[in-house]
T-cell receptor
Framework: AQSVTQLGSHVSVSEGALVLLRCNYS??????LFWYVQYPNQGLQLLLK??????LVKGINDFEAEFKKSETSFHLTKPSAHMSDAAEYFC?????????????FGKGTKLSVKP | DARVTQTPRHKVTEMGQEVTMRCQPI?????VFWYRQTMMQGLELLAY????????DSGMPKDRFSAEMPDATLATLKIQPSEPRDSAVYFC???????????FGSGTRLTVV
């Protein structure tokens, strides 16, 4: 069965610093992987997705993630944090094969950005 | 931008009352999900539909929850009777055929007192 583990429920960075949010997955089939962001009192917004094409995936707002099969990881990075990046971030893996399976979400990582 | 619309945004109800939440998926999307988010459990799948047919509702307490898609433009999630432990944010999400990733609505925040 597929699962996702996000390391660190809270991450705090200074404005302008590198953002690194960690995600490890477990999957019995080639995974489809996703990062979503949730701002307060809003729904989840898709940041980026890995669908077995390029291992380095670029998303919105200068976020990117690298799929590393050997490490079963899909960490999210951004070179320079902005105050507006403060939100909760969820890593997810698609359940089963195919493009329209249920998403299994991690517990989320809350990102704080200090001025 | 196309969006998934959920109503109501907030609902406060008394224990034992019926609650109905509605979702209008993006036009043309053929897959619709209902998720529940709580602090303790995070995001949990309740049910999902493809082409209006229920594919999986194993995450839903069958004795009190029901989910339907009466037509392609409306999905409903009903709780009867509601209990305080049902207090959560309920999200609807939809996705197009053969695509990856889904669009979420803004959620319905349910409080059962």
């Amino acid at each position: 069965a597929q699962s996702v583990t996000q390391l660190g429920s809270h991450v705090s960075v200074s404005e302008g610093a590198l953002v690194l949010l960690r995600c490890n997955y477990s999957s019995s089939v080639p995974p489809y992987l996703f990062w979503y962001v949730q701002y307060p009192n809003q729904g989840l917004q898709l940041l980026l997705k890995y669908t077995s094409a390029a291992t380095l995936v670029k998303g919105i707002n200068d976020f990117e993630a690298e799929f590393k099969k050997s490490e079963t990881s899909f960490h999210l990075t951004k070179p320079s944090a902005h105050m507006s990046d403060a939100a909760e971030y969820f890593c997810a893996v698609s359940e089963g094969e195919g493009s329209q399976g249920n998403l299994i979400f991690g517990k989320g990582t809350k990102l704080s950005v200090k001025p | 931008d196309a969006r998934v619309t959920q109503t109501p945004r907030h609902k406060v109800t008394e224990m034992g009352q019926e609650v109905t939440m509605r979702c209008q998926p993006i036009l043309g999307h053929n897959t619709v999900f209902w998720y529940r988010q709580t602090m303790m459990q995070g995001l949990e799948l309740l049910a999902y539909f493809r082409n209006r047919a229920p594919l999986d509702d194993s995450g839903m307490p069958k004795d009190r929850f029901s989910a339907e898609m009466p037509d392609a433009t409306l999905a409903t999630l009903k709780i009867q009777p509601s209990e305080p432990r049902d207090s959560a944010v309920y999200f609807c999400a939809s996705g197009p055929r053969d695509s990856y990733g889904y669009t979420f609505g803004s959620g319905t925040r349910l409080t059962v007192v």
